[in-house]
């Protein structure tokens, strides 16, 4: 599904234009985004929840070129879906 197509139906499951249901989309990930950036969790009962995990520094390898790549440490945005969610997905 597209965002284009989530708007649809949101919009038609609402009755709101599409024009104030992407506005409301856009600034629901807007705000995501923020808080992420922030080291925040986003906690959503009933869909689940956005942390950050931390990776530590290692070394790759680049198996193209056949040489070993030193990758930084850094953060990954993680999804854990709730018990409902995951119970609806199976």
Do not use: Q, W
Not at 1 to 19: C, H, P, R
Not at 28 to 35: E, L, R, T, V
Not at 51 to 75: G, W
């Amino acid at each position: 599904m597209t965002k284009a197509e989530l708007v649809n139906e949101l919009s038609i499951a609402t009755g709101y234009d599409k024009k104030t249901i992407t506005l409301i989309l856009e600034g629901a990930m807007d705000c995501i985004k923020n808080h992420l950036a922030d080291d925040e969790g986003i906690y959503l009962r009933g869909f689940g929840t956005f942390i950050l995990k931390k990776r530590a520094a290692k070394t790759a390898r680049d198996i193209n070129k056949k040489s070993t790549v030193f990758v930084p440490a850094h953060r990954v945005v993680n999804f854990k879906p709730s018990k409902e969610l995951a119970d609806k997905v199976r």
